[in-house]
């Protein structure tokens, strides 16, 4: 059974920066994508970040040049490094990964951005 286990979020100042991590008990981790999305109060989830099994990434706009998404293949986790956060980066942040109809969330974990 897959299981992705996320950590890392909790309550920063604006500006500050937080790492979350997704620890996933998936066999042959290094093939799938792995993404992180989030989710605000009263708004559908959105994609962040995701990178690919050959280590190409992709960036929400509104993520660009703040948020860096990465992976350890011999940890089978995906981290994403968060700077310069704002108010508006409030959500619980989920880890997802894919392959082809293998398709697998985590429980998330929740991100506040407040003074």
């Known amino acids: 059974q897959v299981h992705l286990v996320e950590s890392g979020g909790g309550l920063v100042q604006p500006g500050g920066s937080l790492r979350l991590a997704c620890a996933a008990s998936i066999s042959r981790f290094n093939i799938y994508t792995m993404g992180w999305y989030r989710q605000a109060p009263g708004k559908q989830r959105e994609l962040v970040a995701r990178?690919?099994?050959?280590?190409?990434?992709n960036y929400a706009d509104s993520v660009k040049g703040r948020f860096t998404i990465s992976r350890d293949n011999a940890k089978n986790t995906v981290y994403l490094q968060m700077n310069s956060l704002k108010p508006e980066d409030t959500a619980v942040y989920y880890c997802?990964?894919?392959?082809?109809?293998?398709?697998?969330w985590g429980q998330g974990t929740q991100v506040t951005v407040s003074s």
């Open positions: 990178i690919t099994n050959d280590d190409s990434t």
């Open positions: 997802h990964a894919l392959w082809w109809s293998n398709n697998y």
